[in-house]
């Protein structure tokens, strides 16, 4: 009988599955409504101040982050398998669409609004098609060292960006090192009102943060600025403020860019592709964890492409999934995209009607709440953590920030890439080895990590090899094998090889594995194999090694080959390169 997993999907389960919003319309308990009523909307209230602040870090005006994060919210909502999770500007992102932007547009602040917006949309279509050919992998790329890398140098640029309003300082440069150097050639002409009053919100920020943490620190400070500036005139004593916010809801619009915009911002939305996947990856199976339930890679990628591509079309910027909006629905009950709705219904009034009390917020609020979430992201203890685990890592990781920090965002996450491929590459060309030994009172054969091994038992090499044979190795193998060969202290008359973690073999291995076995042959050495998988032997075969491996013997385990050296009775049975018998079993 047929399971209901392997049941082809009828029209409308297989609309759910694309859709995965259309379940919301079955039965709900009243509980699960009002939990994700009152989620959405404790989810809008800290989103507000936050869109807001990240439009700014991207050079745009307000308005943007909110059709941000109402496009972004919906079009994510509509296409999640995570139940929690709400989608909207993020503050890593929106340092790497900055990075990205900001050289192109010149200060423009049109301009800036159409290549973010195309950024969005380019980075949607991109994994829009990953999504359809199953790449969501390639993000695996991006190792943990390059995401705690590009974390914490990103929480550093984050902080750098903002230096100016909280010094009340226009600042022209925009990379990290040159604008500390503008800042500190300019540091005379600090505005004390402007940072007396960014000072005081970080300390509100940090003391709630503290001793209230469910309160919405943001929201707070956001509210408090806005009634500060509006009843002591803070304009009036230098405080730059926003100014006005045009109210109504935005007008889809495709960006009008050329192809020489298309080319500069591809490398960007690339780089925005990579990052938003795996961290929107991470965040949905954590949550999917918390609350017992699956959710499936390919479809969160369509879901954060649905949302870019949203996002661009309606005037905004790239987006991804937030971890502070996704853990306040989570925390006040939220459990289903219903809350998701319920966020963007609830920013709906924001837009219609409440924009006009923007033009009293000090710039500086917006200034503190981004650094302030910048240093939520300096994570030391994680590099504490790869130090204690490999100090490769560790390295691989400060090189990273160093990159960001000095070269540039993508540049920065490039190199991060590339060391994590250059170190899987090194550990694949000189892969841990061993010289199997017998374990004490058994007739077991093991790894017992003695590097000082140079024979199994008299006569005897059991070599086990812990990496596929391939071009990367083939030479290193062929070296160990003639390296453990010269040093035994007695002649060796067979080399038997542990294939057991061997999961492939390349032509060039399979090659060095045929010269190597002629040139042990002419010294009088066998050239044995044991616990070779099917998959294995069926590949030697299509690699041409059937005939040869025939001629040796390939055994089912160490202790029945080592039985069969000895002559043993009840010497396991060797095998043939296909599993036939070569010689009736030793009795």
Partial sequence: MTSPRETAPSG????KDLLPIVRLFGKRSGESLRGDVIGGISACVVMIPSVIAY????????????YAALAGTLGYAAFASSRQVIAGPDAAIT?????????LAGGDPARTAMLCAA?????????LVAARLRLGMIADFLSKPVLVGYMTGAAL????????????LKLHEHDFLPLLAELAGKLRETHVPTLGLGIGFLALLG?????????????????????ASAFFDLEALGITVVGHVPSGLPRPAFPAISRVDLRDLFPGAIGIALLTFPEGILLARAFANKNGYDVRPEQELRALAAANL???????FPVGASQSRTTVNDAAGGRTQLASLVAAAALLPFLLFLTPILRWLPSVALGAIVIFAGAQLVDLDQFAKLCRISRLSFVNALLVTLGVLVIGVVPGIVVGVMLSLMVLLGRLARPVDAVLQRVPGTESFHDLGDAGATETVPGLIAYRFYAPLVFANADHFMERVRRLVATCRRPVRWVLVDVQAVADVDVTAAEMLVRLGAELEAEGIAFKFARA????????????LGGHLEETTVFPSVHAAIAAFFGAPGGAEPAGIDGSTTRQEAR
């Fill in 12 to 15: 409308a389960s297989g609309w």
């Fill in 55 to 66: 439009a700014d870090l991207a050079g745009l005006r307000p308005a943007h982050g909110l």
């Fill in 95 to 103: 340092l790497l669409v900055a990075s990205a932007v900001g050289p």
């Fill in 119 to 127: 950024t969005a949309v380019i980075g949607g279509m991109i994994m």
């Fill in 157 to 168: 640029i984050l902080v750098s960006t903002q230096l100016g309003k909280l010094f009340g």
């Fill in 207 to 227: 003391l709630l943060r503290g001793v209230a943490p469910r309160l919405p620190g943001a929201l707070v400070v956001f509210a408090l600025a806005i009634a």
């Fill in 310 to 316: 949203a996002a661009g079309l309606f005037q905004g």
């Fill in 533 to 544: 998988n099917r998959p294995l032997r069926e590949q030697l075969v299509r690699l041409g």
